[in-house]
C-alpha cells in the first residue's frame, strides 16, 4: 500500500512537472543568451490552447503539438522583435504578453470548454524498462511528452556546454559587445533562442492541456510559467538542477492530490497552496546561502544591446 | 554639375537619399508629451484594429461588439456609474504599481494584495459593531490598508534582505491568497445557512454610501483623492525623493546615507496598501459580501493601467476609467459574444504596441519649406 | 634596425567620424608599416581610440577609405577586421569572464567545429604560447585570472584568429611598471617576426622605449607625425598638448594645520563580491592638506575610498572625523560631519540619471532646511540652489527639469564635482577625478581642488597617474592589495622607488 502510493507519488510528480520542466529549459535558453522572458505564463497557455484546439479540429494529437510549437514560436518572435529590435523592456513586454496569452488562449479556448479531446497523449511503458523497481514504473512508464522533456534536459545541458553555437549563445549573454567585436552576430543569436525558448514553453503547455488534464481549462497554467521562471533561478541556469526543480514542484502537487484521494483530513487549499510556497522558500533559502557573492546569472541578462553606445 | 558630383561623394549614401525626401527626421533627446499621447492613441486604435481580426477570426462581428460595448457603456448613466464603481479599485491597485515602481519595484502581487484587503476589510464588517457607519468604514478602511499592506510587506523581506526578485514572490502570492480566500469562503467566513461559498451580506452600515443618486459610491471619490494625494506625495515630498532615488540608482541611495532595505519596506507597506483598500471598496461598495472572483486577473489589469498611464497619476486616473469601461462593457455584451478575456487581449496588444512605439516618438518629422538654396 | 620604407600594413585615407556634432576623427590620413610598431599618441579624447574602432569595425566612419596590404578593404563589421588579419586587445578586455582561457580564445572562431571537444585547437594554441613565451593555464576561469593574465589571454586570443596588425589600446594602464617591461620585450619581439603592432598611449616614455614610429592626435587630428629615434619626450610633449595648456600654479604655502582625519589600524570585512580587503591602514590629513593615493587601480583604492566616506563598514580600526569618533557610522552621519566624495564611477555611483538635474543637485542637501521644510520639498529653493552650482561651476544645461541623463560626460563631471564642493565640506575624497577628460577640464579639476585647499579642506587625492599625483599633491602614499605605504612628501622620494611600491616590489 505505501509501496504503490510511493511510487504513484513519484511518478505523478514527474507528469505534473514535465510542463514545468519544459518551460523550464525554454526560459533557459532565453536567458542564457541574454533576453529575460518574463510572459511564460501567457506563452504556455497559448501552446495548450493551440495544441488542444487543433487537436480538435485535425483530430491529430501530433498536428496538435505542432501547432503549439509554431505558434508559441510566432509569441516569442513577438517578444524578440519588442525586446530585441525595439529594445523594449524586458518586464514590461513580458508581463504584456502574459496579459495576452491568457487573453487570447480564453478567446479561442471558451467554445471548447467541456469538450474531450479526441486524441491524447497517454502514458506509454517502455518495454523491460518499465519492468525495472521503482525506476521502471516512475520514469518509464509515463506519456511520449515527458520523454521528451527528460531528453531534452540532457540535450539543452550538452548543447549549452559541449558545442559550439551554445558556446556563442553563452558568450551573447554574458558580454554582447565581446561576442559582437568577435563577429558573432548577437542579434541574430538571441531571435534564435529566444523563439526556440519560446517553442519549448508552448510544447510544455501543451503537455499540460493534451498529456496531463486532457481537457482545456481557463487559466490552466494556473502559474506554471511563474513556477518555471523561480526555478531557472534556483537552478542557477543549470538544465540538470532545473529538472530537480521541476520534479521538487510536481511531487509537492502530486501529493497534494493524493493527499485527498486517502482522505487527509486538512483543508485542501492548504494543500495545494504549497507548490506556490515552495519556489520562494527555496528561492530565499538559496539566497540566503549565496548571499554577498555576485548572482550567478547571465551577465547581460535583460540588457538590449545596441552597438555604437560607449 | 560636377559640385553635385563632388558633394555626393562625400557624402554617405543615406544622406544622399534623405536629402531628396520633402522632410527630415530628427530625433530629440527627450519625446514631447503631445507625440506620447499621440502614438498611445495610434496603439489602441492599432489594438482595436488587430482585436477586430481575433473576433472575425472566431465568427463574431467586431463593429456591432465595439459600437454597442461604446454606446451601452458610455452614453447611460448606469453604465457610466458602473465604470466608474470598477475603476475604483481598479486605480488603487494601478497607483499601488505606479509607487513601487518610482521606487524601482515590480508589484505584480496587487491581487493578492487586493483580496487580503477584502477579506481584512470583511472581518470588520462580519463583527456588526454597534457603533456609527462612519466608524466601521474607517476601521474597514485601516484594516484593509493593513491587509494589503502585510502581503506586500511579506514579499518585500526576502527582496530586502536577500535580493530575492520581488516579481516571483510578489506573483506567485496571488495564487496562495486565492487559495486562502477561497478556504476561508468555504469554511470560517461561510455565512450561515448558505450553500453557496460566500460570507453573509454585511449590515447595511459597513456599506460605503452611494453619491446622491449617482449609483456611485463614496469610494470612487476617496480613491481619486488617494491616488492623487500619493502621487503627489512621491514627487514632492522627502520620502518620496528617497525612494525615487532608490529606484532610479541604489548606488547613488547608498552614497547619499539613504538606506535602500527601509525604503524598499516602506514603499511596499503603501503599494500593498493601497490596492488593499482597493480590495475595500470593492466588497464594502459594491458586493456587500465576502467571496471568491471578486476581480479576475486584477494584477494584470492594473499592470496595464499602470504602464498605459506610463506611470502618471493623471493617466492612472483617466486610463482606469477607460478600462474599467471596457470591462464593463464586455460583461454587458458577453450576451452577444464579447467574452471579457476580449480586454485582456486588447490590453496586451496596447502595451506591445506602445512599447514597439517608444522607440518612434523620440522623432519628429520636418517638413522642408520649399527649394530654398 | 627600423625597416624605413618597408611594405605598407595600413592605410588609411580621410577618414571622418562624427558624434553628434563632435568630429571625433577629422580627415586622418594614416600609414603603417609592416613589422613596425607604430604608436599613437594623444591625450584622452584626443580620438586614437575612435579610429582603431573604425579599423577594426566597431564604428562606421562617416567618410574614408581604408587599405589593408595595399589592397582596398571593406571593413564593415568586427569580422570583416578579422578577415583582413587585424586584431584589437582593448582598454577593457573583451573577455567573457565566466568561460574559460581555452573557450575565450576559440571563441568566434571558425576553426573549430562543431563540438567543442577539440584537441586540434588546443594543440594549436600550446604551439602559440610556447614560441611566444605566453604561458597560461588554458582551463581556468578568466574571471579568476589577474589583470595581466587577462591581458595576456587577449593577446593570444587575437593570434589564434590570425591578427598580422595587432592593435592595443592603452595596454599598460593596468599593468605595473614590471609586467608593462615584459610586454614591451614582447611586443618587439613580435614585430621583430613581421608583424605589425599599433600600440595607443599617452605616456610618453613608453613610446619612447617601445615604438618605431609616432603618430600625435590632438582633438580628433593629427598634428604630427615622427621616426621615434627622431625625435625626444620633450618634442612629443609640445605636439600633443600644444596650446592646451594653461598653467596652474599650486600654493606652496604648507603650514601644518589641524588633523581632521585619522585612520587607525583598519582592517575591512572578508566578502565574495570581488573586493579588496583592506588590511592595516594608518592614516591621517590635516587641515589644507592634500594627500595623494597612488597605485595601480583595482588594488583597494576605491574601498579606501568608500571607508572614509562612510560606505563600506570595517572590521577593526577607528576612524576619527575632525574630534568625533566615526567609526562604522551610517553614511549620512559622515555626510553630516563634512564628508564630501566625489566617486569614481561617476555616473554610476554619483548621480540618478532618471532623476532631474535639480533632484541630483540637492541629492545631498535634500533634508536640509530652506530646501525641505516639514518633509515636504521646496522646489524653488531647489531650483536656485542648483542655479547656484550650475553657474558657478560652469555647467551646460537648459531645462534643469529635464533628466540629468541629458548632459555631457564633461558637465556632469563638473556638476559631481561642484555640487560635493559646493557643500563646503572639511574632508574632500577625490576618486581619479580627472580619469576620462581632457587637458582643459583636467586643469579646471586642479584649480577647483586648489581652492578647496585654500579653504582649509583636506584632501584625499585618488589617481593611477603618478605624474600628475606627483604635480598636485603636498603628501602621498601608495597602494598594493590593500595595503597602504608610509606617507612621504614626492620630494622625499623618486618615481622609480614608487613604481616599486605600486608593484609590490617594496613594502
Not at chain 1, 520562494?280 to 544591446?305: F, N
Not at chain 2, 463614496?218 to 506625495?233: H, N, Q, R, T, Y
Request: net charge neutral.
Amino acid at each position: 500500500m505505501t509501496y504503490t502510493l510511493f511510487i504513484a507519488i513519484l511518478a505523478g510528480g514527474i507528469a505534473a512537472g514535465s510542463s514545468i520542466l519544459l518551460a523550464s529549459l525554454g526560459e533557459i535558453l532565453s536567458e542564457k543568451v541574454g533576453v529575460l522572458n518574463l510572459g511564460l505564463e501567457g506563452i504556455m497557455l497559448i501552446g495548450a490552447v493551440s495544441g488542444f484546439v487543433f487537436t480538435i479540429i485535425t483530430n491529430n494529437s501530433w498536428i496538435g503539438i505542432l501547432m503549439a510549437i509554431v505558434l508559441s514560436a510566432v509569441a516569442g518572435l513577438i517578444f524578440a522583435v519588442l525586446t530585441i529590435s525595439l529594445h523594449g523592456n524586458q518586464i514590461v513586454c513580458g508581463l504584456a504578453m502574459v496579459i495576452f496569452g491568457t487573453g487570447v488562449s480564453t478567446l479561442i479556448g471558451n467554445p471548447y470548454v467541456g469538450t474531450p479531446v479526441p486524441q491524447s497523449f497517454d502514458a506509454v511503458a517502455i518495454p523491460l524498462l518499465s519492468k525495472i523497481p521503482v525506476l521502471g514504473p516512475v520514469i518509464f512508464n509515463q506519456d511520449v511528452l515527458t520523454y521528451i522533456a527528460l531528453i531534452l534536459v540532457f540535450v539543452v545541458w550538452y548543447f549549452l556546454f559541449r558545442t559550439k553555437p551554445g558556446l556563442h549563445l553563452r558568450s551573447v549573454g554574458e558580454s554582447p559587445g565581446t561576442a559582437d567585436a568577435l563577429g558573432i552576430n548577437v542579434t541574430l543569436t538571441r531571435y534564435i533562442y529566444v523563439i526556440i525558448g519560446s517553442a519549448l514553453v508552448g510544447l510544455g503547455g501543451a503537455q499540460l492541456s493534451l498529456a496531463f488534464t486532457k481537457v482545456w481549462i481557463e487559466n490552466m497554467a494556473a502559474g506554471r510559467g511563474w513556477v518555471a521562471v523561480a526555478i531557472v533561478v534556483f537552478a542557477g541556469w543549470n538544465p540538470q538542477k532545473a529538472l530537480l526543480g521541476a520534479v521538487l514542484f510536481g511531487i509537492v502537487q502530486a501529493l497534494g492530490f493524493r493527499l485527498q484521494v486517502i482522505g487527509i483530513s486538512f483543508p485542501p487549499d492548504f494543500i495545494n497552496m504549497l507548490p506556490y510556497f515552495l519556489p520562494i522558500v527555496v528561492l530565499c533559502i538559496e539566497a540566503a546561502k549565496t548571499h554577498r557573492k555576485k548572482a550567478a546569472g547571465p551577465e547581460a541578462l535583460g540588457v538590449p544591446y545596441i552597438r555604437e553606445s560607449r | 554639375m560636377l559640385n553635385e558630383v563632388i558633394e555626393n561623394s562625400k557624402a554617405p549614401q543615406k544622406n544622399s537619399f534623405s536629402q531628396r525626401l520633402p522632410f527630415s527626421i530628427e530625433k530629440r533627446q527627450f519625446p514631447t508629451t503631445g507625440a506620447v499621447i499621440m502614438w498611445s492613441i495610434i496603439g489602441v486604435v492599432l489594438a482595436l484594429i488587430i482585436g477586430a481580426i481575433f473576433l472575425l477570426a472566431t465568427g463574431r462581428d467586431p463593429i456591432e461588439i465595439y459600437t454597442l460595448t461604446f454606446s451601452k457603456v458610455f452614453t447611460t448613466p448606469y453604465g457610466l456609474a458602473s465604470a466608474a464603481n470598477k475603476a475604483t479599485p481598479l486605480m488603487l491597485g494601478a497607483a499601488g504599481v505606479m509607487v513601487a515602481a518610482k521606487a524601482g519595484l515590480w508589484n505584480v502581487g496587487v491581487e493578492g494584495q487586493f483580496l487580503v484587503g477584502a477579506v481584512a476589510a470583511s472581518g470588520v464588517a462580519l463583527l456588526n459593531l454597534n457603533v456609527p457607519s462612519f466608524v466601521i468604514i474607517l476601521l474597514m478602511l485601516v484594516a484593509g490598508f493593513l491587509g494589503g499592506a502585510l502581503v506586500a510587506f511579506i514579499c518585500a523581506l526576502p527582496k530586502a534582505y536577500l535580493k530575492v526578485n520581488e516579481i516571483i514572490t510578489t506573483l506567485l502570492f496571488n495564487y496562495i491568497v486565492v487559495l486562502f480566500v477561497a478556504y476561508l469562503v468555504h469554511g470560517p467566513m461561510k455565512g450561515a445557512g448558505n450553500n453557496v461559498p460566500q460570507s453573509a451580506v454585511f449590515a447595511e452600515n459597513s456599506w460605503l454610501p452611494q453619491i446622491g443618486s449617482t449609483g456611485i459610491h463614496l469610494g470612487f471619490i476617496i480613491a481619486i483623492i488617494m491616488v492623487i494625494l500619493f502621487g503627489w506625495l512621491m514627487r514632492k515630498s522627502t520620502f518620496g525623493f528617497e525612494m525615487r532615488v532608490v529606484g532610479n540608482n541604489p548606488k547613488a541611495a547608498k552614497y547619499t546615507g539613504i538606506s535602500i532595505i527601509r525604503n524598499i519596506l516602506l514603499v511596499m507597506i503603501i503599494s500593498g496598501g493601497l490596492a488593499g483598500i482597493g480590495g475595500m471598496m470593492e466588497v464594502s461598495g459594491v458586493v456587500h459580501r465576502m467571496q471568491s472572483g471578486i476581480f479576475t486577473n486584477f494584477t494584470l489589469t492594473a499592470f496595464a493601467v499602470a504602464w498605459l498611464a506610463r506611470l502618471n497619476t493623471a493617466g492612472v486616473l483617466v486610463v482606469s476609467y477607460l478600462l474599467a469601461g471596457l470591462l464593463v462593457g464586455a460583461y454587458v455584451m458577453q450576451i452577444v459574444g464579447m467574452p471579457s478575456a476580449m480586454v485582456n487581449v486588447l490590453e496586451g496588444l496596447i502595451i506591445m504596441l506602445i512599447v514597439a512605439f517608444d522607440i518612434v516618438t523620440v522623432y519628429r518629422i520636418k517638413w522642408k519649406r520649399g527649394n530654398s538654396k | 634596425m627600423v625597416k624605413q620604407n618597408g611594405e605598407i600594413a595600413v592605410e588609411m585615407k580621410h577618414i571622418t567620424k562624427k558624434f553628434g556634432n563632435l568630429a571625433a576623427n577629422n580627415d586622418i590620413n594614416l600609414k603603417i608599416y609592416k613589422g613596425q610598431v607604430h604608436c599613437l599618441l594623444g591625450e584622452n579624447g584626443a580620438g586614437k581610440s575612435t579610429l582603431m574602432n573604425v579599423l577594426t569595425g566597431l564604428y562606421k566612419a562617416d567618410c574614408g577609405e581604408i587599405e589593408i596590404n595595399g589592397q582596398p578593404a571593406n571593413i564593415h563589421s568586427p569580422k570583416d577586421a578579422i578577415g583582413y588579419g587585424i586584431g584589437m586587445v582593448h582598454q577593457h578586455f573583451r573577455l567573457v569572464k565566466p568561460l574559460t582561457v581555452l573557450e575565450n580564445i576559440i571563441l568566434g572562431s571558425p576553426k573549430v567545429g562543431f563540438w567543442l571537444n577539440n584537441k586540434a585547437a588546443r594543440e594549436e594554441i600550446m604551439e602559440l604560447t610556447d614560441r611566444y613565451d605566453l604561458h597560461i593555464d588554458l582551463d581556468a576561469k578568466v574571471e579568476s585570472l589577474s589583470v595581466g593574465e587577462q591581458q595576456r589571454t587577449e593577446i593570444i586570443k587575437q593570434m589564434y584568429r590570425g591578427a598580422n596588425i595587432m592593435i592595443l589600446d592603452e595596454p599598460t594602464a593596468v599593468l605595473t611598471p614590471e609586467e608593462a617591461e615584459k610586454l614591451f620585450v614582447f611586443l618587439r619581439q613580435t614585430a621583430s617576426a613581421g608583424k605589425t603592432i599599433i600600440f595607443i598611449s599617452h605616456k610618453l616614455r613608453e613610446i619612447m622605449s617601445v615604438g618605431d614610429k609616432v603618430t600625435i592626435m590632438r582633438k580628433g587630428q593629427i598634428v604630427g607625425a615622427k621616426d621615434v629615434k627622431d625625435t625626444s619626450v620633450e618634442d612629443l610633449a609640445g605636439l600633443m598638448i600644444e596650446g592646451t595648456i594653461s598653467e596652474v600654479k599650486k600654493q606652496s604655502v604648507e603650514k601644518d594645520g589641524a588633523e581632521v582625519l585619522r585612520l587607525t589600524d583598519i582592517y575591512t570585512l572578508h566578502d565574495d563580491s570581488g573586493n579588496v580587503n583592506l588590511e592595516n591602514i594608518n592614516l591621517c590629513l590635516n587641515e589644507g592638506e592634500i594627500c595623494g593615493i597612488a597605485g595601480v587601480s583595482g588594488n583597494g583604492q576605491r574601498e579606501l575610498a568608500e571607508v572614509v566616506s562612510g560606505l563600506r563598514f570595517c572590521d577593526k580600526g577607528e576612524i576619527i572625523v575632525g574630534q568625533k569618533v566615526m567609526t562604522n557610522q551610517c553614511t549620512r552621519k559622515f555626510i553630516q560631519a563634512g564628508v564630501s566624495h566625489i566617486p569614481e564611477d561617476r555616473l554610476g555611483t554619483g548621480l540618478a540619471a532618471g532623476l532631474s538635474i535639480i533632484e541630483n543637485g540637492i541629492l545631498k542637501e535634500y533634508k536640509s532646511k530652506p530646501i525641505s521644510v516639514h518633509g515636504l520639498i521646496n522646489y524653488k529653493v531647489a531650483k536656485k540652489y542648483t542655479e547656484e552650482i550650475i553657474e558657478q561651476y560652469k555647467v551646460k544645461a537648459e531645462n534643469l527639469n529635464r533628466p540629468i541623463s541629458a548632459l555631457s560626460g564633461g558637465n556632469l563631471q563638473r556638476m559631481i564635482i561642484g555640487r560635493e564642493i559646493n557643500g563646503d565640506p572639511k574632508i574632500l575624497v577625490a576618486a581619479q577625478p580627472t580619469r576620462g577628460i581632457d587637458i582643459a577640464g583636467v586643469k579646471m579639476v586642479h584649480s577647483m581642488i586648489f581652492d578647496q585647499k585654500a579653504k582649509g579642506v583636506a584632501v584625499l587625492f585618488i589617481s593611477e597617474d603618478l605624474d600628475e599625483i606627483m604635480e598636485v599633491c603636498d603628501t602621498l602614499a601608495v597602494m598594493y592589495q590593500g595595503h597602504l605605504s608610509q606617507k612621504v612628501r614626492p620630494s622625499e622620494t623618486t618615481i622609480e622607488e614608487i613604481g616599486l611600491r605600486m608593484g609590490g616590489a617594496l613594502c
